[in-house]
């Protein structure tokens, strides 16, 4: 199956064709008003080489925290070495101290613009009314942060946190993406645990054998891919690569997201989703906190409850 690829999607269309139906799409020219030159490794070096980052595996665990320019020089421009770690630089998305890239963003503001199919008002998370705009430039949005990675880096199989959306901006370089569909998650986990769709142990997995990706698929520079709620990804680098990603939920998903809220009162990114909500609920939230706010919501951000 082949996803689609689209130019000239507008607002109403992104919504009604690909979020409504919960489905993957590649947008060809979202990048179109953005200085791609400031996104390349020599750019970024220049600009914020001295800037601490975090480098992780290909399964989310933290591995060490360097600067962007050793980074950088260890493992770019390098078809010799097989990178397995790569840089995940989100803007602050929880209250602890850390090197987030919230500084590194704001010297970027003016090389990208919001781009004009993804909604920027009426959203869940990050929470706002339809008279509140969550430009992605200057706004706050879960794991907004800066993928750089050398040739080889891997993101193993997943699906984003809380049932939101996750959009992947591809800047630099190119990624392998596999995609699977919600309905295949018996194939592709085993308790909490995703298989290795690369070196998959059958012994764990035994109904994976069952699987079949929805999507193989090549992601280019200046292509911009959405991987809607609960679709499993897997994520290669296929060259030295740069990208911007971001999470969010549009307001028609808010009952997907306070089923999940219920089913998952344990899971440790409600952490994340906590800290979205703190200016509305104040910063020590419970499961049943958000539960009560998010039932009892019309959309309307100035609505403040005191706890």
């Not at 409504?20 to 791609?36: E, T």
């Not at 193993?156 to 569909?181: M, T």
């Not at 104040?282 to 039932?295: A, P």
Request: aromatic letters at 14%; one cysteine or more; glycine letters at 4%.
């Amino acid at each position: 199956m082949t996803i689609d690829k689209v130019e000239n999607l507008s607002e109403t269309d992104f919504i009604d064709s690909y979020l409504a139906s919960n489905k993957p799409v590649i947008v060809l020219d979202g990048m179109r008003d953005w200085d791609l030159t400031r996104f390349t490794p020599d750019s970024l070096k220049k600009e914020l080489g001295s800037f601490e980052t975090q480098v992780y595996n290909n399964l989310f665990d933290l591995q060490d925290v360097t600067s962007l320019n050793d980074y950088l020089t260890n493992n770019f421009s390098r078809p010799d070495k097989e990178c397995t770690e790569y840089i995940r630089w989100y803007t602050k998305l929880k209250n602890a101290d850390f090197c987030w890239s919230d500084t590194a963003f704001e010297q970027l503001r003016d090389a990208w613009t919001h781009p004009t199919f993804l909604p920027k008002s009426s959203l869940v998370v990050p929470f706002g009314d339809t008279n509140t705009e969550k430009d992605i430039t200057t706004s706050r949005y879960p794991y907004k942060g800066l993928f750089i990675s050398a040739k080889g880096a891997r993101t193993r199989l997943h699906r984003d946190p809380f049932g939101s959306n996750a959009i992947l901006c591809q800047l630099f370089g190119e990624k392998e993406v596999i995609l699977y569909d919600p309905s295949q998650a018996e194939y592709l986990m085993s308790g909490q645990d995703f298989v290795d769709v690369k070196k998959p142990d059958h012994s764990r997995f035994p109904n994976f054998k069952n699987a079949s990706p929805n999507y193989h698929l090549t992601l280019k520079p200046g292509e911009i891919i959405l991987f809607p709620s609960g679709w499993f990804h897997d994520v290669t680098c296929l060259t030295d690569s740069i990208s911007i990603t971001w999470n969010f939920l549009y307001h028609t998903e808010k009952e997907r997201l306070i089923d999940f809220v219920k089913e998952n009162p344990a899971d440790d990114q409600l952490e994340i989703l906590f800290f979205f909500f703190s200016d509305m609920l104040g910063k020590h939230i419970t499961v049943n906190d958000l539960l009560k706010f998010l039932e009892n919501s019309e959309m309307v951000e100035e609505q403040r409850i005191s706890i």
